[in-house]
């Protein structure tokens, strides 16, 4: 009878050994599961952003091409003698009121201020609206592309082509997300710093020489998602702020048009071509490290 006993209760603690140990297994594998699984999904969503961004050029590239580019009119190259500086509001067409489209917001003040407002007319060639102005005897050409953000740098392209426009003689105007509403920064040359815009402009140009004037925008904060946040409109309070910072901004646009030796400008620091820098990536890691540290960034804090 003892002896029963003993050997039921061994039986019922191996029973509970293997029970835990299955058990342990089990979870393991669960763990191990989804760790591939994590793993297989970043692996897939890091190839989309890099396929993505493989579509957007050559898109640019398609757009550029001479089937899908309007014949230029013969009065182009009138326009070009004398002409010095390209303004652009980079943004998307029909959605001027959201914080990605702040830059077309900003070029709208600067055309107000000139007393322009009025002179905007579609061209077909560059795929935008355009106006001519002048600023202190310097020739400017105002832009808002009629493309997409991802592939504004083609509008940017063929204004410049049409009208002369060397690139070091472009300014970009766009939002930032890394500094908060309020603030703007101005920029000479450099990387496109993720934004998708500038991006197209430094592939269209094939260099990245351009100045920018980043307008802060700011992250998106509690579960919205940068998309929204980017595709969304200033709120009543915000809109405050960004009067402030509209007026700021060309204040500072027309500082940078007014220069008069505009006509011959030096490369902004930082500023080089995009093959090139590709080309010194290949041949030497110290080469490309003496272009890094050679970008220079002249920021101004606006409240």
């Not at 002896?3 to 029970?19: D, I, K």
């Not at 957007?56 to 013969?74: A, D, H, I």
């Not at 049409?162 to 603030?183: A, F, W």
Request: contains cysteine; proline residues 3%; glycine residues 8%.
């Amino acid at each position: 009878m003892l002896f029963t006993f003993r050997n039921a209760s061994s039986v019922n603690n191996f029973r509970e050994q293997q029970t835990a140990r299955s058990s342990r297994m089990i979870k393991g594998s669960v763990l191990e599961t989804l760790s591939l699984y994590l793993s297989y999904l970043f692996k897939r969503l890091v190839n989309f952003f890099k396929m993505r961004q493989l579509l957007t050029r050559v898109l640019n590239r398609v757009l550029l091409s001479k089937p899908f580019t309007p014949v230029m009119g013969t009065q182009a190259g009138t326009h070009s003698e004398g002409l010095c500086k390209l303004v652009v509001g980079l943004g998307n067409p029909g959605m001027e009121g959201t914080r990605h489209s702040v830059g077309m917001a900003v070029l709208g003040a600067l055309a107000s201020q000139l007393g322009v407002a009025d002179r905007w007319r579609g061209d077909k060639y560059v795929s935008g609206e355009v106006i001519l102005s002048e600023v202190q005897q310097t020739r400017v050409v105002l832009l808002r592309p009629r493309l997409m953000m991802n592939v504004n740098g083609v509008s940017v392209a063929r204004a410049a082509a049409k009208y002369g426009i060397k690139p070091e003689d472009i300014l970009l105007v766009h939002d930032e997300l890394d500094k908060p509403l309020g603030k703007i920064a101005l920029k000479h040359g450099g990387s496109s710093r993720g934004h998708n815009g500038v991006r197209s402009c430094v592939d269209c140009l094939q260099t990245d020489v351009m100045t920018r004037l980043r307008i802060g925008i700011g992250r998106p904060t509690g579960k919205t998602s940068v998309e929204r946040h980017v595709l969304s409109r200033f709120t009543l309070e915000e809109q405050k702020v960004l009067d402030s910072v509209l007026v700021q901004s060309v204040n500072l646009l027309l500082s940078q048009l007014s220069h008069q030796d505009s006509k011959c400008p030096p490369l902004p620091a930082g500023g080089r071509c995009a093959a090139q820098k590709r080309k010194e990536r290949e041949h030497s890691a110290s080469t490309t490290e003496d272009s890094t540290a050679a970008h220079t960034v002249n920021e101004l804090s606006l409240k």
